[in-house]
């Protein structure tokens, strides 16, 4: 079994820990898969993803690395298809993609 790794990413890409939908409401009420906010014909919805780290976006003219509005542990919510998903012997769930695929980030 090969040992845990780091991993960090290059400038401008974020590495993404994709969380699982939720399989049952506030309530106790089970989700079928075919439930989960999709509309008619519509085949993957965006996935809520936490974010674990992320690289240098872009220099400044000083020379300083300039970073975007989010960070590690912050929760966003990316394209269902952005990035590459990482093999499961470096972690689960887990998704390099650019910066720019990440579409929003939720408020504390």
Known sequence: METQRTIRP???QVLL???P???????GLFL???SHDRERGEKEKP???LVIAV???RKAKNGFSILPDFQPGDKVLVSFYAGTKLTRSIG???RLCHVK???AVFQP
Do not use: M
Request: charge should be negative; charged fraction near 20%.
């Open 101 to 103: 695929d990440v579409l």
């Open 10 to 12: 290059l400038p401008g």
């Open 17 to 19: 820990q994709v969380l």
């Open 32 to 34: 079928p898969d075919i």
């Open 47 to 49: 996935a809520h993803a």
């Open 21 to 27: 939908p939720k399989e049952t409401t506030d309530s």
């Open 55 to 57: 690289g240098p976006w």
């Open 92 to 94: 689960s769930r887990l």
